[in-house]
């Protein structure tokens, strides 16, 4: 079964004004949402493409960039499981 994994990244600079927050999609084989999650903490997280989350626009130092999964649906649109925090 295919889930569609809605990811946010977001960037902290010290200045919080250069802040950036975008969402990536991905997609991932599994037969279960307990698998997508076990896919998703086996060290994926630490090998994801950040670069979308880093606001080039300006030369403030980048405090950090956070990466967390938000929703996760099935192959027919079911969302299987949803971040409390992720208004959508």
Known sequence: MEFKVTFQLS???ENS???KTVTEIM????NNTEE????ID???IDSFDDTAAINFSTEDRLVGISIDYI???D???KVTYKDEDFKH
């Open 36 to 39: 997508v999650h076990d896919q």
């Open 75 to 77: 192959e027919n649109g």
């Open 17 to 19: 004004e250069n802040d």
């Open 42 to 44: 086996d060290d994926f």
């Open 27 to 30: 997609f991932f084989e599994a």
């Open 11 to 13: 960037s902290s600079y």
């Open 71 to 73: 929703l996760i649906e």
